[in-house]
Each structure stands twice: as structure tokens, then as C-alpha cells.
């Protein structure tokens, strides 16, 4: 086991500042860190790239968090790879538009870096099982 490649985690974020921050707490606990700065470059992305989670931010040009959620679940082969959202926003609505949209774990910002760790560790080793009617994790 010890030639197993650490999991990879597409960040998806138009703040390049918090697209490094992530990219420095998750490269810490080991994660390999592929970063997009908005939906259509995440999307070109994944016709090569098969992660083992993303991390999607709300609010982005062009195409918002959940709009690339729900595009990301109409492709098959990421079916069952989790997907965590994070927002700035406070909106009540948000627990339920990311519910629909399929993701896995919504967090506000700011988070700390243990703590998104944690939830990342937890949603890469337990996967997601579409059929399995689950509970969004915020």
C-alpha cells in the first residue's frame, strides 16, 4: 500500500486567493490539489481528470456552484465522487438548492483547515452511492 496514490481533489473557485489557501490546507494532509478557476475550465478539466472529490465554490461567473454540480452528475463516471460546496452567502435556500443539485457537503466559509480536512477524509473514504438517499452535510 504504500505505492497508493493520494486522493485528488478538483477546487473550483474564481478567488485565486482562496483557491491557493485551499490548495495549501489540502496539499498539507497529503491530497493532490488540481485547481479551476470557474465552471467551464472545471468541465474541460474532467475529460481528463477523474477526481476523487471536488470542491466547488457558489458563487462563480459564468456558471454558479450548483449549475456545475448538477452538469458534473449527468456524467456518469462521477456518479458516485463526492461533492462539497462552499459559500460566503447565508441564504436559508442554499441547504436545499444544493441538495438538489446533488451535493454531498455544504460548508460556509470561512472554514478552518482541520476541519475541512476532516470532512474531505470523511466524504473520500465513504464515497457516494446515488441510489442511497442521503442527508447534505453542512
Known sequence: MANQRPPTILC???????????????????YEVELANDGHEALTMLQSLT?????ID???????????????RR????ETMPIL????LGRDDLAARAEEAGVDALVHKPVQGKNLARLVGDLVRTGRDPAENRTLRS
Open 12 to 30: 473550483v473557485d474564481d478567488s485565486e486567493g482562496h483557491l491557493k489557501l485551499l490548495q495549501l490546507s489540502l496539499e498539507a494532509h497529503r
Open 51 to 55: 477526481p476523487d472529490l471536488m470542491i
Open 58 to 72: 457558489v458563487e462563480m461567473p459564468f456558471m454558479d456552484g450548483f449549475e456545475l454540480t448538477r452538469r458534473v
Open 75 to 78: 456524467l456518469r463516471r462521477f
Open 85 to 88: 460546496v462552499m459559500t460566503g
